[in-house]
C-alpha cells in the first residue's frame, strides 16, 4: 500500500513532577488555539505516566514551515509553567514504510 506524503511536527513532553499532568491536561483544554493553516489532523499519545506525544499533520510542507516556530513556542511556553521538558521537530512519512490506513 502506498500512501500519500504527509508533512508532520512531533511534539513531546516530559514531566519532572508527573503530578502536573492532570493539570496541564486541564489547562490545554481551555488553551487549544485555532488550528494552523494547513493541519488536517493531530492525534495526542501518552507513551508513560510522565511522558507525552502529539503528531500534528500538515497538507504541505510550507504550512507545516509557517506554523512550527509558534508551535515551539508554545512547547517552551507549556514547559515553563508544568515543570516539564518539551521538543519539537520536523518530519515527512515515508510513503514506503507506510501500512494499514493511511
Known amino acids: 500500500m ?9 511534539l513531546t513532553i516530559r514531566y519532572m513532577n508527573k503530578l502536573l499532568m492532570q493539570s496541564f491536561h486541564d489547562y490545554i483544554a ?5 488550528p494552523s493553516k494547513g493541519l488536517i489532523a493531530m492525534r495526542s499519545f501518552h507513551i508513560t505516566p510522565d511522558r507525552g506525544m502529539s503528531v500534528c499533520y500538515f497538507d504541505t510542507n510550507e504550512n507545516l514551515n509557517a506554523a512550527f516556530p509558534s508551535m515551539k513556542e508554545s512547547q517552551q511556553s507549556v514547559a515553563a509553567k508544568f515543570e516539564a521538558k518539551t521538543d519539537a521537530q520536523k518530519a515527512v ?6 501500512f494499514g490506513v493511511c
Open 93 to 98: 512519512t515515508s510513503s514506503q514504510s507506510d
Open 30 to 34: 481551555g488553551q487549544i488555539p485555532p
Open 2 to 10: 502506498t500512501c500519500d506524503v504527509k508533512f508532520c511536527a512531533t
